[in-house]
């Protein structure tokens, strides 16, 4: 596919490590990842079913979570990985189940202190499950410390401060859209990154040109199959549309379901959910760096405002509505191509092939969508923001792209194999 081949030639072209040479994948032993996917699920209630947090917002707080997991559970092998912070004191015997419980809660504890006591019950439930004694105190305290040096690495970055997305007049420039004419998470894109040096090393040279042809190809494309009453749009392609933009994201079950279908054990497993978790969310922060650098109007106010950018081929309709209610900041570039480009990649670099199958429900859609392997799911994505109307295939494509230099620097710089001493 298109837009895979790009995204692809992307990690490869910025990695020493060749696409699909993932050594994180064969012939590791050690104890079940069900701890780290009780862990994640865990995760999920605390950061959307009950905090309701928003994808942008999301992404810190899983990353958060298992990157220290990762830290414990690698430390506790005998840290055959680079550590993401730090790999405390561990002889291999501490127990694993509950370094993860000790990592995640505290963690979770850091970020949502009002729900104290009930991921204090979930930490109770997973340590009784474990037999008492030296092992189990000793993992407990390797996850702590993971915790610890994650907390505080991310005290301070950034989150929630107070930008805001600036409001323009001029054709091209960002307004809040129609219903609720919101703006929102303008501080994302000022975020400190969880890998790569800076949030704005991707930039882009930007939307096309307003009197241009690809902006009118764009514009057009998305003014006929992306109306909440377009006759070109499908029913599949309409419940693809919806399925992507459900906000209880299936990329979490996705993961879950990869770690048991592939049987990871839980070093595998606390290691690839970091990697994708983290480059998830710095792919994120780079795209809102992005939309912050640009702030470009989304495809509702161009198609309503068509008449004033100057280009002879394309008209307005002041009454176009999209069939996904538009989010509330820029059009370019977009946030949901920037995170599953850096998903996707990163899970083909784990697993080093592209065709392992998986599904995801969304109860948005009230379906569940099947893809053959990772490139399907991405080129899916790209063309699902155009279907909803919500977003220009320019800022789909370039979205991919920052998402797959994100990952590219990743692989290049974390989570590499160390030396093995003889």
Same mark, same amino acid.
């Given at each position: 596919?298109?837009?895979?081949?790009?995204?692809?030639?992307?990690?490869?072209?910025?990695?020493?490590?060749?696409?699909?040479?993932?050594?994180?994948?064969?012939?590791?032993?050690?104890?079940?990842?069900?701890?780290?996917?009780?862990?994640?699920?865990?995760?999920?209630?605390?950061?959307?079913?009950?905090?309701?947090?928003?994808?942008?917002?999301?992404?810190?707080?899983?990353?958060?979570? *298992?990157?220290?997991?990762?830290?414990?559970?690698?430390?506790?092998?005998?840290?055959?990985?680079?550590?993401?912070?730090?790999?405390?004191?561990?002889?291999?015997?501490?127990?694993?189940?509950?370094?993860?419980?000790?990592?995640?809660?505290?963690?979770?504890?850091?970020?949502?202190?009002?729900?104290?006591?009930?991921?204090?019950?979930?930490?109770?439930?997973?340590?009784?499950?474990?037999?008492?004694? +030296?092992?189990?105190?000793?993992?407990?305290?390797?996850?702590?410390?993971?915790?610890?040096?994650?907390?505080?690495?991310?005290?301070?970055?950034?989150?929630?401060?107070?930008?805001?997305?600036?409001?323009?007049?001029?054709?091209?420039?960002?307004?809040?859209?129609?219903?609720?004419?919101?703006?929102?998470?303008?501080?994302?894109?000022? @975020?400190?990154?969880?890998?790569?040096?800076?949030?704005?090393?991707?930039?882009?040279?930007?939307?096309?040109?307003?009197?241009?042809?690809?902006?009118?190809?764009?514009?057009?494309?998305?003014?006929?199959?992306?109306?909440?009453?377009?006759?070109?749009?499908?029913?599949?392609?309409?419940?693809?549309?919806?399925?992507?933009?459900?906000?209880?994201?299936?990329?979490?079950?996705?993961?879950?379901? @990869?770690?048991?279908?592939?049987?990871?054990?839980?070093?595998?497993?606390?290691?690839?959910?970091?990697?994708?978790?983290?480059?998830?969310?710095?792919?994120?922060?780079?795209?809102?760096?992005?939309?912050?650098?640009?702030?470009?109007?989304?495809?509702?106010?161009?198609?309503? @405002?068509?008449?004033?950018?100057?280009?002879?081929?394309?008209?307005?309709?002041?009454?176009?509505?999209?069939?996904?209610?538009?989010?509330? *900041?820029?059009?370019?570039?977009?946030?949901?191509?920037?995170?599953?480009?850096?998903?996707?990649?990163? @899970?083909?670099?784990?697993?080093?092939?592209?065709?392992?199958?998986?599904?995801?429900?969304?109860?948005?859609?009230?379906? +569940?969508?099947?893809?053959?392997?990772?490139? *399907?799911?991405?080129?899916?994505?790209?063309?699902?923001?155009?279907?909803?109307?919500?977003? +220009?295939?320019?800022?789909?494509?370039?979205?991919?792209?920052?998402?797959?230099?994100?990952?590219?620097?990743?692989?290049? *710089?974390?989570?590499?194999?160390?030396?093995?001493?003889?």
């Amino acid at each position: 596919m298109v837009v895979w081949a790009a995204v692809a030639g992307v990690i490869a072209a910025g990695s020493p490590i060749a696409l699909g040479s993932s050594s994180a994948y064969a012939g590791e032993s050690g104890s079940s990842a069900d701890a780290v996917i009780v862990w994640d699920r865990n995760a999920q209630t605390a950061i959307w079913d009950v905090a309701g947090q928003q994808p942008q917002v999301q992404a810190r707080s899983f990353a958060m979570v *298992h990157g220290a997991v990762y830290d414990a559970v690698n430390a506790i092998a005998g840290a055959p990985y680079q550590p993401y912070l730090v790999a405390p004191a561990a002889d291999g015997t501490e127990s694993t189940d509950a370094a993860v419980a000790a990592a995640s809660y505290q963690v979770l504890r850091a970020l949502f202190p009002d729900q104290q006591a009930r991921l204090k019950a979930q930490y109770d439930e997973s340590l009784g499950a474990i037999p008492d004694g +030296t092992a189990k105190q000793r993992g407990t305290t390797v996850g702590a410390k993971a915790a610890d040096a994650m907390i505080a690495a991310r005290r301070d970055d950034g989150a929630f401060g107070d930008q805001t997305w600036p409001v323009g007049t001029r054709p091209g420039q960002w307004r809040p859209a129609p219903p609720a004419y919101a703006s929102d998470g303008a501080w994302v894109g000022h @975020l400190k990154p969880f890998l790569i040096p800076s949030a704005s090393m991707f930039r882009t040279s930007g939307p096309p040109a307003l009197t241009g042809r690809r902006y009118a190809r764009d514009l057009n494309e998305v003014k006929t199959i992306g109306s909440a009453t377009s006759t070109v749009r499908t029913a599949d392609q309409t419940q693809a549309a919806i399925w992507w933009h459900d906000r209880h994201l299936a990329e979490w079950e996705i993961k879950r379901q @990869l770690a048991t279908r592939q049987r990871l054990n839980a070093l595998q497993a606390a290691r690839m959910f970091a990697m994708v978790d983290l480059a998830e969310t710095d792919a994120t922060i780079a795209c809102y760096n992005e939309k912050a650098a640009w702030n470009f109007w989304r495809p509702v106010t161009a198609i309503r @405002l068509a008449d004033t950018d100057g280009n002879p081929e394309t008209a307005a309709d002041p009454a176009w509505t999209p069939l996904l209610v538009t989010p509330p *900041h820029p059009d370019y570039t977009s946030g949901h191509t920037c995170f599953t480009a850096a998903s996707m990649s990163a @899970l083909r670099h784990f697993f080093g092939r592209d065709d392992i199958p998986f599904s995801g429900y969304s109860a948005d859609s009230g379906t +569940t969508r099947y893809f053959r392997g990772f490139s *399907h799911a991405l080129a899916e994505v790209v063309e699902a923001r155009v279907w909803g109307g919500i977003h +220009t295939r320019t800022a789909d494509v370039q979205g991919a792209k920052i998402g797959a230099r994100v990952t590219a620097y990743m692989v290049a *710089h974390y989570f590499t194999p160390r030396p093995r001493s003889r």
